[in-house]
Nanobody, 122 residues
């Protein structure tokens, strides 16, 4: 069992930065791939980034490439999403999730956090 709690969301101006954190409980955190997803009002949940259990491999959605960086600290049971050059279209609730393998499909993730709101103003 893995419980996930996101933090770090907030209101930021376009062009600014935020770093999201996701703290996990459970001794098997290092066995899971960790992903970030987001959901804007009226839209489906979409993949943002994923990192392998060791942290050696990462994948990003095209919308995140070059601007977002996913990382993890297995000693702290925490995964991060550094978001730079934020745009209004990045406004959404951001969720972290845990899966047994590296995947961008939301349905493949076993555990989800409650989400943290990110709002980018112009």
């Amino acid at each position: 069992q893995v419980q996930l709690v996101e933090s770090g969301g907030g209101l930021v101006q376009a062009g600014g930065s935020l770093r999201l954190s996701c703290a996990a409980s459970g001794r098997t955190f290092s066995n899971y791939e960790l992903g970030w997803f987001r959901q804007a009002p009226g839209k489906e949940r979409e993949f943002v980034a994923v990192i392998s259990s060791s942290g050696a491999t990462t994948y990003y959605a095209d919308s995140a490439k070059g601007r977002f960086t996913i990382s993890r600290d297995n000693a702290k049971n925490t995964v991060y999403l550094q978001m730079n050059s934020l745009k209004r279209e990045d406004t959404a609730v951001y969720y972290c999730a845990a899966a047994r393998y590296t995947t961008s499909r939301a349905n493949d993730y076993d555990y989800w956090g409650q989400g943290t709101q990110v709002t980018v103003s112009s």
